[in-house]
């Protein structure tokens, strides 16, 4: 792809503009006014479709489950909300700062394995958080080998650090959710941030001072943006935290759910962790400040990092290196060890012939569900650039509630909605056939849309946020129409983020477990529900090949992702 | 036209390609299967299925398909999806959810000479909506490096006793026999006791994650003592016949150990639903050795022997609380109030 593709379509000179627009321009205004009211129109239907199976849960806040909140408030309900917000400072925070890091690091230095480290720091982004955890309990948990030597050299009482505690879930989600931010930080650092820096640094900024006043600014919606993502992460978990024995909202809506079986209100629980999440996006939103930055020229060619030697070098590299290994190296080793002695072992790994199965179950959904999150993205960030109607613009904030759910609870909403859909299309006549409804792969998909749209969208608005307002308005005095802009200037120029978009919907995808659990039809296995299955039961080491597969084939689309932004970075 | 234009032409036609190989290779997992005879299983249990599922195809020429998951999200399913369900059998692993099946009216009663016979009443449904196919036997587990035979304790309550302060691990109050344990703790000896007790629990006690945890902190000293369910203990015994930890047949003396089970029932809309009972009756009796066997689980079928291993080293003459499965569903929800109320996290 050549650098010449890579520019937007120069402005026509003035003259043959006028020449050629003057005799269309009424035609033009009414196309305008059509695709003006159409493409806030789509941001709320997209809003509609997403927002169905949250407002099938939200139904019942009519009618309040009273009792249960009281009860809650008087006994768990305080600690929970403490310690989730806790975890989510904790992890925001710490995400940032390594991801961030990290990031700057990586693009503003060459040093020693530079390269390589830049897309291997990405890797842990193919770890599953529930996976990791496991790991760290077993390696270094009480009854894990570290702990196990440390009180044969010290003593039976000797004191080590409480792996399974608050502090212990804030470093695992850090190392596997870091990749968000690093990835969104890099991908401005590679567009407009790294060459207004350079520009910065050449007309006298210090380090400092172009750090705080003109890429930190640059940066900070993409930081911003990851730091959103990874909080919403979090936030929905519950098998991770529940490892580490910390007592979340989340962890309180289950037990409420599952052990009392009053559904309703388990939903008004995974309400209050929506309000929570709305929080996390104002938070966001606040960081990414009121200033929008535009860039006219098109799209940044980066940062031109300066070399480190000597020992600056090395350590660079050590810094890089003391992420990676206890993220992604160490605990990959360990669960191929656990995958070779099962697999010699006299059970072997169940199931292991179906590999095939899973794994091509596994790929259609995460490029299906990749495919359809970062088209509603574009269509939602764009709806959002050709109209300025505010009901529009809340609907595109609204669509990305799926996010701010489990997806157990966001699982349950949309077999509702499905249902509801279909006996409203049996009163028409056109029922859908069997269980289409639920236990199809249609419904998966919408699941999984509605549950990653919120990252697709995210990477997607950073990508078409930083093209200057001008060139979307010049493109448009031009006599292109939004799609047309949308496909020849939009796309193009964010297609870094584009791509990103579907990337980390497609990784995501392939870690997903609660959803596919719930929703998939018949037959349809894929490498979480293999390794779910292994696991559930307790059987934690047997599950070792099956979580291993998930970050291999994880590691395709990151490894991918990474080669695109080299070759960015190394682009004329 | 500019290049940019033409490029994302490309793109959005290899999506749109990629999309319907998507829904065209998903057709194809969903479709397949002729006229032969299948019964669809939702389940909450992994296990072993797949043998006894095999076997019982074998015998029978009934072809048996599952989709598992967790119990309550599965019952959510089959409620939801109504008519349509594509659930023939609905199994779990704990009788609550069996019991909160039963009640949303997922269940249609049987009526079956052989199950009446192969499963204790104690075990199934008073209105015969959905039977125990395997016995979980929740009890007593302790250090036999650091206890004497005379010094473990041998009731749920002597866990409470300030004397074991610091010394037990216990699973937490998210875990469904956790949660069964105390419902049969309220139904036996009513609230005020239970509560004293669960109170206990929560002062003395290392609260962990899961039962391997709890079994394997106890072989590493972390505490002396803990309460899990009996095929844990069994199965860390099959890899290593030395490992540190023994078990009691707890409150023998009194309302006997509590058991929880792992049944299933026949869905109210099953496609066929003699074919369903076919194969429930079958894990009852032929497949009870299989189904319950490769789990180190008991057999709920009093004609059927437990495994070799259970029976060497626990030993299967033990005397069973036999509070009804269904009581024990009705007061988990009071369990998990009661655990909340007390502390016990």
Same mark, same amino acid.
């Given at each position: ?50 927002? $169905? ?12 489950? %009273?009792?249960?909140? =009281? ?11 403490? =310690? ?56 270094? #948990? ?9 009180r044969a050299a010290f003593g039976q009482t000797a004191r080590f650090a409480d792996v399974e505690s608050l502090g212990g879930a804030i470093v695992v989600f850090t190392l596997v959710l870091y990749p968000y931010v690093y990835l969104l930080a890099r991908a401005a650092l590679a567009d407009q941030a790294g060459t207004a820096n350079d520009v910065a640094r050449s007309l006298g900024a210090g380090p400092v001072e172009a750090m705080r006043r003109v890429t930190g600014p640059l940066l900070r919606p993409a930081i911003a943006a990851g730091a959103g993502l990874v909080m919403m992460e979090t936030l929905t978990d519950y098998a991770t935290v529940q490892y580490f024995g910390v007592d979340t909202v989340s962890v ?22 929506? %309000? ?36 600056? #070098? ?19 080793? =360990? ?34 569900? $990749?495919? $359809? ?24 904030? $609204? ?142 080491? =047997? ?7 998930? %970050? ?21 | ?92 692993? @704990? ?15 049987? @009526? ?12 199934? @449904? ?180 437990? @495994? ?38």
């Amino acid at each position: 792809m050549s650098a010449t593709a890579d520019a937007p379509p120069r402005p026509a000179g003035p003259g043959a503009a006028a020449a050629d627009s003057a005799p269309r321009s009424v035609q033009l205004s009414a196309a305008d006014r059509v695709s003006a009211a159409a493409w806030p129109a789509v941001a709320v239907l997209a809003a509609a479709l997403v927002l $169905a199976p949250v407002a099938f849960l939200a139904g019942g806040l009519l009618d309040p489950a %009273v009792e249960v909140w =009281q009860q809650q408030w008087r006994t768990r309900l305080p600690g929970e909300l403490l =310690q989730t917000a806790g975890l989510l400072v904790g992890v925001g925070v710490g995400t940032v700062l390594l991801g961030g890091a990290l990031a700057w690091l990586v693009s503003a230095y060459r040093f020693p394995g530079s390269r390589i480290l830049a897309w291997a720091l990405v890797a842990p982004l193919a770890v599953p958080g529930y996976v990791l955890g496991f790991v760290v309990l077993s390696v270094a #948990g009480y009854t894990g080998p570290i702990q196990g030597s440390w009180r044969a050299a010290f003593g039976q009482t000797a004191r080590f650090a409480d792996v399974e505690s608050l502090g212990g879930a804030i470093v695992v989600f850090t190392l596997v959710l870091y990749p968000y931010v690093y990835l969104l930080a890099r991908a401005a650092l590679a567009d407009q941030a790294g060459t207004a820096n350079d520009v910065a640094r050449s007309l006298g900024a210090g380090p400092v001072e172009a750090m705080r006043r003109v890429t930190g600014p640059l940066l900070r919606p993409a930081i911003a943006a990851g730091a959103g993502l990874v909080m919403m992460e979090t936030l929905t978990d519950y098998a991770t935290v529940q490892y580490f024995g910390v007592d979340t909202v989340s962890v309180g809506l289950f037990r409420i759910w599952r052990g009392t079986f009053d559904r309703d209100a388990a939903a008004e629980f995974a309400i209050l962790l929506l %309000v929570v999440a709305l929080l996390v996006v104002a938070v966001e939103r606040a960081l990414r400040g009121r200033a929008r930055f535009g860039q006219a020229g098109g799209a940044g060619a980066g940062m031109t990092p300066r070399r480190l030697t000597g020992w600056r #070098g090395a350590l660079a590299t050590v810094t890089c290196l003391a992420v990676l290994v206890p993220a992604f190296l160490a605990p990959v080793t =360990q669960l191929g060890v656990w995958a070779v002695a099962e697999a010699a072992g006299p059970r072997g790994t169940p199931l292991v012939s179906r590999f095939g199965g899973y794994l091509a179950n596994s790929l259609v959904l995460a490029v299906t569900a $990749a495919v $359809a999150c970062v088209v509603v993205a574009v269509l939602l960030a764009n709806a959002q650039r050709f109209s300025s109607w505010r009901p529009g613009a809340l609907a595109v904030r $609204a669509a990305t509630a799926g996010y701010g759910l489990p997806g157990p609870v966001l699982a349950i909403g949309v077999v509702l909605a499905l249902v509801a859909l279909d006996a409203a299309l049996g009163l028409l006549g056109w029922g859908l056939p069997g269980a289409v409804a639920t236990g199809s792969f249609v419904g998966l998909v919408y699941a999984y849309t509605i549950r990653f749209l919120a990252p697709a969208l995210g990477a997607v608005e950073a990508g078409i946020g930083q093209v200057p307002d001008e060139v979307t308005a010049s493109a448009r005095s031009l006599g292109r129409r939004p799609a047309g802009v949308l496909a020849a200037v939009h796309l193009p120029l964010a297609r870094t983020s584009v791509l990103t978009a579907a990337v980390i919907v497609g990784i995501d995808a392939i870690k997903e477990l609660p959803i596919v659990l719930l929703l998939r039809p018949f037959g349809f296995d894929t490498l979480s529900v293999w390794t779910y299955n292994l696991a559930s039961e307790s059987r934690f080491q =047997q599950a070792a090949l099956p979580a291993l597969a998930i %970050v291999a084939v994880a590691l395709v689309p990151v490894l991918a992702l990474a080669g695109y932004h080299r070759r960015l970075g190394s682009r004329p | 036209m500019s290049f940019p234009y033409r490029r994302s032409a490309a793109t959005a036609a290899s999506a749109g390609l990629l999309l319907s190989l998507g829904l065209a290779l998903a057709a194809c997992g969903a479709g397949g299967g002729g006229s032969e005879q299948v019964v669809r299983v939702y389940t909450g249990r992994h296990y072993d299925l797949e043998e006894a599922f095999a076997r019982f195809s074998d015998e029978t020429g009934i072809s048996v398909e599952f989709l598992n998951g967790s119990d309550s999200e599965l019952r959510e399913r089959i409620a939801a999806e109504g008519e349509d369900t594509q659930a023939d059998v609905f199994m779990t692993v @704990d009788a609550a959810n069996l019991a909160e099946a039963a009640d949303e009216g997922i269940f249609a009663p049987l @009526d079956s000479q052989v199950l009446d016979e192969a499963v204790p009443a104690s075990l199934r @449904d008073p209105e015969n909506r959905w039977f125990g196919l395997s016995i979980r036997a929740r009890t007593i587990v302790y250090s036999t490096e650091r206890l004497q035979q005379d010094e473990v304790p041998t009731h749920y309550a002597d866990l409470a006793d300030p004397a074991w302060q610091g010394r037990v691990c216990l699973r937490d109050s998210s875990n469904t026999y956790t949660q069964s344990l105390v419902a049969s703790l309220v139904a036996n000896r009513g609230e005020e006791e239970a509560r004293r007790i669960v109170a206990g629990w929560a002062d003395n006690a290392e609260i962990l994650a899961n039962d391997v945890l709890v079994l394997e902190s106890i072989a590493d000293g972390r505490c002396d003592v803990g309460i899990t369910n009996h095929y844990y203990l069994a199965r860390k015994l099959e890899e290593d016949p030395d490992f540190p930890v023994g078990l009691v047949w707890a409150e023998q003396d009194g309302d006997g150990t509590h058991v929880n089970i792992s049944g299933a029932g026949v869905t109210t809309y099953a496609d066929d639903p003699e074919l369903a009972q076919r194969l429930i009756e079958w894990l009852a009796t032929d497949g009870q050795a299989t189904f319950a066997g490769g789990n180190h689980e008991l057999p709920v079928n009093p004609g059927v022997a437990a @495994d070799d291993l259970v029976t060497e080293r626990f030993g299967t003459d033990f005397v069973r609380d036999d509070l009804n499965a269904a009581e024990i569903g009705r007061r988990n929800a009071d369990a998990v109030r009661l655990m909340d109320d007390v502390g016990y996290r």
